[in-house]
């Protein structure tokens, strides 16, 4: 069995971070392991508070899982303060032969807008973490703070891509969940071509999580030993389907159905 990890965020309602991480490697029959970065008290339409976990605590978890169970790939998501993407970066350089296969959902904003990373540790996330992905998977909001520069057409994604993807990272993915029209398309480069996937967008409040979901999804196939545009290909069509048939719990952005598969929201 392959084994992916997430270091990233809690959510403790199962919609997001490590929980939905957690529930994605499952739906695609890897075994998932966590190294929790932030405890996040949030539901489907608030955060209440968050905690950050100490620095050095994240570096013994990672000491934990790379010396008995050393992971086929690795998703990165919510780094909340520079002390720990520091710690982060420095643990995955030392051990570069191991960590492979990095995707990194560069967590910004909760889906109801409230912060999860200072955009005052930008430039540390830029210069630490971004040169380590292997595929860095912003969506639009996220990919105009990294390029600083506004998107508003597919030619501005390209170009952001292009800036983006000069920053270090192999390959880079612009998410199109959040761009007007009746398609979600999303755009990877990958240094030389540009590759479209699209598909319809679905009339739904109920995303929480896609951004975790997804990202973890395209982990999960590439620690299967897909390659990038298959791996992205599988990705996309399961986060569709996973919001097709989304949860509609709670009173606010309810979670997307990492399960979908085995059961479907009627």
């Not at 965020?9 to 971070?17: L, N, R, Y």
């Not at 299967?224 to 990705?235: Q, R």
């Amino acid at each position: 069995m392959k084994k992916v990890l997430t270091i990233a965020g809690s959510d403790c309602s199962g919609g997001a971070g490590i929980q939905a991480d957690l529930k994605t490697f499952s739906a695609f029959g890897t075994f998932g392991m966590s190294v929790v970065t932030s405890i996040v008290a949030e539901n489907t339409f608030r955060v209440i508070e968050i905690q950050d976990t100490r620095a050095d605590m994240v570096e013994k978890q990672l000491i934990a899982i790379f010396e008995d169970i050393v992971p086929d790939a690795i998703k990165i998501g919510m780094l909340p303060n520079k002390e720990i993407m520091q710690t982060v970066a420095k643990f995955l350089k030392e051990n570069k032969e191991e960590a492979r296969n990095i995707v990194i959902d560069p967590v910004m904003y909760a889906k109801n807008g409230c912060a999860l990373m200072d955009v005052e540790n930008i430039d540390t996330l830029i210069e630490t973490i971004v040169p380590l992905a292997d595929v860095l998977t912003p969506n639009i909001p996220e990919a105009e703070h990294l390029a600083s520069m506004k998107i508003e057409n597919e030619d501005d994604v390209k170009e952001a891509c292009i800036k983006i993807h000069k920053m270090g990272c192999k390959n880079i993915l612009i998410k199109g969940g959040h761009s007007s029209g009746n398609e979600a398309c999303d755009i990877l480069y990958d240094g030389i071509r540009f590759h479209k996937f699209c598909t319809q967008k679905i009339d739904t409040k109920n995303t929480h999580g896609t951004g975790c979901t997804y990202s973890s999804a395209i982990a999960a196939n590439l620690a299967k030993g897909e390659n990038i545009v298959n791996a992205l290909e599988i990705s996309k069509e399961y986060i569709t389907d996973a919001i097709k048939y989304s949860l509609d719990i709670g009173k606010g952005h309810g979670p997307t159905n990492h399960f979908h598969q085995f059961f479907r929201n009627a």
